[in-house]
């Protein structure tokens, strides 16, 4: 386990001086839309959060930090010269691989076409799309978060934004909850598959579906992804512990203790993998952290555009 | 009946246990399912005042080889039967002695409701004091 | 509706549990003639259909068994079984409840309870008042020592065969039977309408009653009554006799997460008072209750509770938070031992729910007496006069009045027949003056 | 031997929601997270309960391993709201790493 | 011999009807009961003998009426459970079959057989029990039970809200009441608190509420400074020598409690309602009365010296001592203040008093523990505990306890919003007491440090130092070894009085019109003991309802022709008044003959074994009877 | 016709309402009391070689063990069978003396 003063410290200065806790300007990161058509105007803006985009980064900077965890050198950490150049900045863009990127971007373009499949009056604009500052909040940073919400919420604010569409739960759960409590400032959020308002017969499939633990217990969104899965013909199997009663992937830990992390998904993953069907996660974290614990797992988003696909 | 034989052996008990504390005592002892052996038979009376001296007397010449007597001692309901009891006891005594009969073959103890452990003692001492003795032999008469 | 018969009383008593029973005996000895409404095809309630009773331990068949007989023997007590309350109220000075009469199937006044139609039934049917463990027939008298003995078709399992009329020596069956309604007047009421167990369904993490192995209080009571369904302990999975037996405590009471907050107040002593029972017949088993605090607070039941433990029977300070399915039957409690152990996982072949209890009865739309927050009847004077309601001549006792052990039930009934007969004196003096 | 520190309660206040003397000390949070550590997070309510200041501050790491995923929440038979307060306590210790 | 073959012949036309129950298997899982069957049908005076899985089921009574009812039996004997059980069942079953319920006699095979003896011996046991109940049963005559004249008038000993409750519904239902009361207040110990718990009620208004229905009741006549001194007679007919006197405490300083001519009626803090009219000398009545109600009430436990420094330390107090100071200064502020000192942190220790284990807790000068939980201590302590922490935020409290017992309705949300209050909560095991100290190490402070290891943390030892420390101390009974030893009532172990059954007649005693109302039972808060004195009064109301009493009819019976008036049996009967010589015309000559007045006969048989002509029984208890069954022990042939 | 016969005919013609009223649950019925008669014929069937636990007829028969249980149970309740010996941790159950001429 690394001592968590360091990693907030790196996190929160990253925050404070890029909006980014990774350190990595926004330009590098959020890419997926280039070569997109994309509306700049509409009635709701899509908000990515940016955080589908950072897990790539997070999962090599993590692959690091597994390595050197209660090691010797885990000690070093606190020695700030030695970590930016993969933890933060321009040295872990540079060694987190293009193709990984890709796949998360292309998660990004398939909600948006969902979102413009199903009719939904939107837009996109990328100046705009700020991380939340969520992480801060988990991690205790009470000023930081606060600080940095409010800077986001300013920001679409003045441009005059009412209606969000979120694409992970973290990102939501920060703008529903967090921001009206700690920040008042309060936008009509909606995630995009609640939005999602077509059928289709394509699906065939069983899938094992599941639910991050802001969306089954924080927000109680459990039903509605379930439900559009049904609409296109693909079942959800049951699992146990769902919903309300969801077990962690063990994401959430990964910058403090990738063991940890890694521990709690192998038993998560164990538990899904009794259903013996597809594994659909619909939160950036819990995709990366499956992955890390060695399962096939599929975005929701991936899932729904395959309907429309065919 | 091989086992009436064995139990003739042992030698009857005939125990008079009172209504209000030793009866139900006895049935404490059930509850618990605290065994005992079987040579052990149980009369319900409201008090044991009840019974002239003849009344021992003839148990024993009828067969009976051991008497406990569980009263409710001090606790009794009925004031002052405790005592006449005891002292009719005495004569009970003196009338063994006469008759050769050994005096230890009738006990008079206190048993309440719940002297599960009690009641079980009482049984296992008459029971290898019947078994050091044997059958009472009754001059007869 | 129309109620073909009507029929006045004193007292009309709804629920033949021991409460209504004890309400009514206590009523009845004193020349007021009651009337007890039972939904159950037998009067007896949960008490009839317990094993033993702490903490005493004396056969609850066999102290309740008298008084469910000496209550249908009364000459001043009319026992309506498979009977719903409808509706009941007050208009002036009467008390009026409709009532249905559910069909046995079964002609009441020819039944002599021989039983040939449940032995020649051909339908098993999963028999409930043995926790589900055993069977009984579509036609079956409830149990042995049910009041009244009259047999009880279940008309959804019955094909129609038509053995049980041809066995029938008194000619008592008639599949045509229709629901009967009719109306009780009396000047007063009491509500003796009972519990229920908090169902297992409301806590997901104990496995919502799907964990092999994992039973529920009142089915142990099954278990260890000597007509049970297997005359003895066995673990319901594939019947092997349990090494190690666990007790789950709070499982439905203290818990919000499950909807209940209040304590249930009987079931540390119904678990204490298995466990000795357990510890009788399988001497060798080990035997642990999870508990948050062990509430022995009646009279003799510290006592007890000492007595259990001086009897070997483990006693872990802790909450189970979780139940899941073991190994070859096996079932897991996680729990957090507090002795610096931390968090524990162990391993039992029988674990029991200590269910806790949730009102028998929603009065919503039937009678308008007001439930308080826990949904239990609402008393308004509970200390000076815990058996009013709040509707005028309107009475409550026992479980339908909140969580209550046996002892406190049947206090609480002769609590309730004496306010019943005070309002009833009180009636006729103030008819007296009036005319 | 710990001193009982009953005003600690109040030096939380600005942090979190005022619910950790809510708790009866069950366990079920500790059993019901997906870390299976030890005590945690019982452990850490109950430091506040007693005003354990210093055993927050030299345990303080742990409360980093807490996922928030808010099982501990949702089952906490008494709505104490665990997850709650071990998000509060990060928030003291951090304001307190930061004073110093 | 010749007598014995003329015996038989008389007697064999007597029908035993034998009927022995399985018990669903609890007999006859170690009884062979068939056999037993076999055995038993083959005793002479044997009419016929029936099995059952449970004889006490309906149908199993059913078999035995329907015998009776045709003529095949006339005597009765069931072998089943323990006669307390069931005997009365049985005897209910004969009756409704239209026979007397006395010739019934009871064969307990499973108490005292299958439960104690296995295999072949527990059946032979069992064969020769029923044989011996045959025997009896053989020799049963029918009985009438004694009705006795009641009177419509009941007495109520205590004035607490137990006693108030138990005279106020009697009176409601139309019975006379008297109330006799020792102290000259009403209102017992519930006069002693403030707000109660869960409900927040004021006791004050409870006891002036209930108090008030009382004293203006025609139908009930209280006495204040009364006390029983003479008990004789039996159910219906009770009558109570009482001592109307000054009380104890010194009149003056019951004036200064506000007890004056002008407040009579009236509730006093910490005393009661004051009834007025303390007699100045002794006084002396009697009271007859069909019924008596003891609700004789509790007393708070009072610790020993040292225990946790009760007594040497001035800052550790008992919980009825700080609800009196709370009561008595009410002035808000942030700190609670005792005796004038500034509370800034106190500590409540439970169970003292209460769930006494021996070996761990010492006992008391009478030998006495108190292993018993007092059942109201929780809720009390929480109660005061939320009062303190809302009234006074800056005086913090501490909790000791071994469970929290808030079983009630109400109670746990006592126990929920404790917590809420940051009540802080430390849990210790049954041998580990916390220990109070005073306190050195904190410079002196506070007063005094509680140290405890804590179970909840993790099995710790903290310390708590204090300003206060509160024990929360359980209930006693109060002492009425008088009445005890006057109406020969029973107790338990636990010193409090014992009821017939503790699960299924908790407000009665053996003796017959004798009921129980309240804490002098067990410990209960205030509505519990308002629910037994309610049934108390039911129970009364059915005994007096109907103007009369049925009794028992075992009592002692005079053979007019064997006796010879030598008054022995006077001599050796236990109940004044019971047996007399009197004289009587016996074919036309005046003779001296024994006579039994049956309501005062105890049935003990102490005149049976002084008679010197055989000439007195005891009804339903003969010695011929108990002849008759050693016989039966002893024959060769019972158990072939 | 004799009034015998009209009322035979009547009940008859009634008994068919009741039954179409109730087919839903006579169906029901009927596919369980098949199922119900299999299962205790298999159980019996393995059963008159001998006494044996729950287990080993549960495999022998490839029920689960859970059911063959409550067959078990329903069978010891009706008379059928007895128990008998224990092996190891279960107890063995034997086909009750009378049994053979009640199985049908």
């Known amino acids: 386990m690394y001592n968590p003063k360091d990693i907030i410290d790196i996190i929160a200065g990253n925050v404070r001086k890029t909006r980014n806790p990774f350190g990595i300007p926004k330009f590098l990161v959020n890419r997926w839309h280039k070569g997109f058509d994309m509306p700049g105007k509409g009635d709701a803006m899509l908000f990515t959060g940016l955080m589908y985009q950072f897990v790539p980064y997070i999962e090599k900077s993590t692959k690091y930090l597994a390595k050197y965890e209660d090691t010797f050198l885990g000690n070093f950490i606190r020695f700030a010269g030695y970590i930016p150049s993969y933890l933060s900045g321009l040295g872990l863009s540079v060694i987190t691989p293009g193709d990984e990127k890709k796949k998360f971007n292309g998660i990004l373009q398939n909600i948006a076409k969902i979102l413009k499949a199903s009719k939904v009056d939107f837009f996109y604009r990328p100046d705009l799309d700020d991380y939340s500052g969520v992480l801060l909040y988990d991690l205790g940073d009470q000023e930081g978060f606060v600080k940095h919400a409010r800077y986001v919420a300013g920001k679409l604010k003045a441009a005059g934004i009412k209606k969000l569409i979120t694409v992970d739960p973290h990102t939501t759960y920060a703008l529903i909850v967090l921001f009206p409590k700690y920040v008042g400032e309060s936008f009509e959020v909606k995630t995009y598959f609640e939005l999602v308002n077509f059928q289709s017969k394509n699906g065939h499939r069983h899938v094992t579906l599941h639910d991050p633990c802001f969306y089954g217990r924080y927000l109680d969104l459990s039903e509605v992804p379930k439900k559009v899965l049904t609409d296109l013909n693909v079942e959800c199997v049951p699992v146990r512990n769902a919903g309300q009663f969801t077990n962690c992937c063990g994401g959430p830990a990964e910058s403090i203790s990738p063991k940890l992390s890694t521990e709690v998904g192998d038993r998560r993953l164990e538990e899904l993998n009794l259903t013996g069907e597809k594994i659909v996660a619909m939160c950036p974290i819990c995709l990366g952290n499956l992955r890390k614990s060695g399962a096939d797992v599929e975005d929701l988003s991936t899932v729904i555009a395959q309907c429309l696909e065919k | 009946m091989t086992s009436l034989e064995h139990s003739q052996r042992e030698g009857k008990i005939l125990i008079l246990a009172t209504e209000t504390c030793a009866y139900p005592g006895a049935d404490s002892v059930g509850q618990a399912h605290s065994s005992y052996p079987t040579n052990t038979f149980i009369l319900r009376v409201r008090a044991p005042v009840l019974f002239p001296e003849q009344f021992y007397l003839d148990c024993f010449k009828k067969g009976i080889s051991g008497i406990i007597i569980m009263s409710c001692g001090e606790e009794c309901p009925y004031d002052g039967a405790y005592k006449a009891m005891a002292t009719r006891l005495d004569r009970v005594y003196k009338m063994m002695r006469q008759q050769d009969l050994d005096i230890r073959r009738l006990r008079l103890t206190a048993i309440c409701t719940v002297c599960n452990r009690a009641f079980l003692n009482e049984v296992n001492l008459m029971n290898t004091l019947l078994q050091e003795i044997g059958p009472p032999q009754m001059a007869q008469n | ?435 | 031997m710990a001193l009982l520190n009953p005003n600690f309660a109040e030096e939380m206040e600005p942090f979190t929601e005022d619910t950790a003397l809510a708790c009866f000390n069950c366990g079920t949070c500790t059993a019901i997270c997906p870390l299976i550590y030890e005590h945690f997070p019982r452990k850490m309510i109950r430091y506040i309960q007693i005003g354990a200041k210093d055993r927050i501050l030299e345990n303080a790491q742990e409360l980093w391993r807490c996922l928030h995923c808010g099982l501990c929440t949702q089952t906490c038979p008494r709505e104490a709201n665990p997850g709650e307060i071990i998000l509060g306590l990060k928030r003291f210790v951090v304001a307190n790493w930061r004073r110093s | 011999m010749v007598d014995e073959n003329k015996d038989k012949e008389k007697t064999s036309k007597r029908k035993v009807g034998v009927y022995i129950c399985y018990c669903g298997g609890n007999i006859s899982d170690h009884v062979d009961v068939e056999k037993v069957r076999e055995r038993v049908e083959k005793q002479p005076e044997v009419a016929v003998v029936r099995t059952n899985v449970f004889m006490c089921s309906d149908p199993g009574q059913e078999m035995i009426m329907e015998d009776l009812k045709n003529g095949t039996i006339d005597r009765v004997v069931v072998a089943s459970c323990a006669p307390s059980l069931h005997e009365t069942t049985f005897r209910g079953a004969i009756s409704r079959a239209g026979g007397n319920p006395y010739i019934y006699e009871h064969a307990n095979i499973r108490e005292q057989v299958s439960w104690v003896h296995h295999g072949d011996k527990a059946t032979d046991k069992a064969t020769r029990l029923v044989s011996m109940a045959a025997a009896k049963a053989e020799q049963l005559k029918p009985l009438e039970s004694i009705r006795v004249e009641a009177r419509k008038h009941a007495t109520v000993i205590g004035g607490g809200i137990a006693g108030l409750r138990a005279a106020k519904d009697l009176a409601d239902r139309g019975i006379k009441v008297v109330l006799l009361e020792k102290s000259p207040f009403l209102g017992g110990q519930l006069a002693n608190l403030d707000r109660i718990a869960p409900t927040g009620d004021k006791a004050a208004e409870l006891v002036s509420d209930l108090a008030g229905q009382v004293l203006n009741d025609d139908s009930i006549t209280v006495h204040t400074c009364s006390a029983v001194e003479n008990f004789e007679g039996y159910v219906g007919n009770f009558k109570l020598g009482v001592k109307k006197q000054p009380p104890e405490m010194d009149q003056e300083k019951i004036k200064q409690l506000g007890a004056k001519d002008e407040a009579v009626g009236e509730f006093i803090p910490f005393a009661g309602i004051y009834n007025g009219a303390m007699p100045s000398v002794p006084e002396e009545f009697t009271v007859e009365t069909g019924v008596i109600i003891l609700a004789t009430g509790f007393k708070s436990y009072m610790p020993y010296k040292g225990e946790y420094g009760f007594g040497e330390y001035e800052q550790v107090v008992t919980l009825p001592e700080l609800i009196r100071s709370m009561a008595e200064n009410k002035a808000a502020g942030n700190l609670m203040e005792y005796n004038g000192r500034k509370i800034r942190s106190m500590a409540m220790i439970h169970c003292v008093g209460s769930r006494q284990i021996p070996g761990i807790h010492p006992e008391n000068e009478g030998g006495y523990l108190n292993e018993y939980c007092s059942r109201t201590c929780c809720s009390a302590a929480l109660n005061s505990s939320n009062i303190i922490r809302t009234s006074y935020p800056g005086t913090r409290i501490f909790e000791f306890y071994r469970d929290i017992r808030t079983y009630g309705r109400g109670q746990e949300e006592l126990y929920e919003d404790a917590a809420r209050n940051q009540v802080v909560f430390l849990r210790f095991d049954d041998d580990a007491s916390p220990k109070v100290a005073r306190n050195t190490s904190h410079s002196g402070d506070f007063p005094l440090t509680v140290k405890v290891k804590d179970t909840l943390t993790f099995g710790e030892d903290v310390e708590a130092p204090v300003d206060l420390v509160v024990l929360v101390t359980g209930v006693e009974p109060n002492n009425v070894s008088d009445l005890v030893e006057m109406m020969k009532l029973p107790v338990g172990t636990d010193r409090f009085l014992l009821e017939v059954h503790p699960k299924l007649r908790p407000v009665e005693l053996p003796i017959s019109g004798i009921l129980l109302a309240g804490t002098c039972q067990a410990p209960m808060d205030v509505g519990e003991a308002c629910n037994a004195a309610g049934a108390a009064a039911v129970k009364a109301a059915a005994l007096l309802g109907r103007g009369y009493v049925e009794l028992d009819p075992f009592v002692a019976l005079v053979d007019l022709e064997k006796c010879k008036g030598t008054g022995d049996c006077v001599e050796a009967c236990l109940s004044d008044g019971a047996l007399n010589i009197v004289e009587i015309e016996l074919d036309g000559q005046t003779v001296k003959r024994a006579q039994v007045t049956p309501a005062l006969c105890l049935g003990c048989g102490a005149c049976v074994g002084v008679c010197p002509e055989n000439a007195i029984e005891v009804a339903g208890w003969t010695l011929k009877q108990y002849e008759a069954m050693v016989d039966r022990i002893v024959a060769q042939e019972v158990a072939a | 016709m004799s009034q015998e016969d009209t009322s035979k005919k009547e009940k008859k013609a009634a008994m068919k309402k009741l039954r179409a009223a109730r087919k839903k649950w006579i169906v029901k019925a009927s596919v369980r009391v098949k199922v119900q008669k299999k299962a205790l014929k298999a159980i019996k069937g393995h059963l008159e070689k001998g006494a044996a636990t729950v287990p080993k007829v549960a495999g022998v028969t490839k029920m689960p063990a859970d059911e063959v249980l409550w067959y078990m149970a329903a069978l010891k309740k009706y008379g059928q069978i007895v128990e008998a010996e224990k092996d190891g941790g279960y107890f063995r159950y034997a086909l009750s003396e009378d049994t053979t001429q009640e199985a049908s």
């Open chain 3, 1 to 435: 509706m129309n109620s073909i018969l009507k029929t006045d009383f004193d007292v009309l008593v709804v629920g033949g549990g021991i409460a209504g029973l004890q309400t009514a005996l206590d009523l009845g000895d004193q020349d007021y003639k009651v009337a007890v409404v039972e939904k159950d095809a037998t009067i007896g309630g949960k008490m009839i259909r317990l094993s033993k009773v702490f903490p005493t331990l004396d056969c609850a068949s066999c102290i309740t068994t008298p008084k469910m007989a000496s209550a249908a023997h009364h000459d001043n007590i009319t026992l309506f079984t498979y009977c719903d309350v409808n509706s009941l109220d007050r208009v002036g000075q009467t008390v009026t409840a409709d009532v249905t009469q559910r069909p046995r199937y079964v002609d009441p006044n020819k039944c002599i309870g021989c039983r040939q139609c449940e032995y020649h039934c051909p339908v098993y049917v999963s028999d409930a008042e043995q926790g589900g463990f055993s069977a009984t027939k579509a036609i079956s008298i409830p149990f042995s020592n049910a009041i009244p003995q009259i047999a009880v078709m279940d008309v959804e399992n019955c094909m129609l065969c038509g053995k049980c009329e041809k066995v029938c020596p008194t000619h008592a069956i008639d599949y045509f039977q229709e629901p009967e309604q009719f109306v009780i007047t009396a000047k007063t009421a009491v509500l003796t309408t009972g519990f229920e167990l908090t169902p297992v369904s409301n806590k997901h993490q104990y496995g919502m009653g799907e964990i092999p192995n994992v039973i529920d209080s009142m089915q142990m009571e099954r278990l260890l009554a000597p007509h049970g369904p297997y005359n003895r302990v066995l673990r319901p999975s594939d019947g092997m006799e349990p090494d190690s037996i666990a007790y789950v405590q709070c499982a439905g009471s203290r818990d919000k997460s499950m909807g209940v907050s209040y304590c249930s107040r009987v079931c540390c002593m119904y678990a204490i008072k298995q466990t000795m029972l357990l510890s009788g017949s399988l001497p060798l088993a080990d035997i642990t209750v999870y508990y948050m605090d062990i509430r022995a607070f009646g009279k003799g039941y510290e006592q007890f509770y000492q007595n259990a433990k001086a009897m070997g029977i483990e006693f872990v300070k802790g909450k189970v938070a979780k139940i899941s399915e073991g190994e070859n039957g096996g079932v897991e409690l996680h729990y957090e031992s507090q002795d610096g152990e931390g968090v524990v996982t162990a391993n039992h072949d029988l674990v029991v729910l200590s269910l806790g209890m949730v009102p028998g009865w929603n009065p919503e739309g039937i009678c308008p007496v007001s439930a308080d927050s826990d949904l239990f009847v609402k008393t308004i004077r509970p200390k000076l006069s815990p058996t009013l309601t709040d509707m005028e001549g309107v009475f409550v006792a026992g479980a339908a009045a909140g969580p209550k052990d046996i002892v406190d039930t049947i206090t609480e009934s002769g609590a309730a027949a004496v306010e019943a007969a005070k309002y009833m004196v009180a009636l006729e003096r103030s008819r007296k003056a009036a005319a």
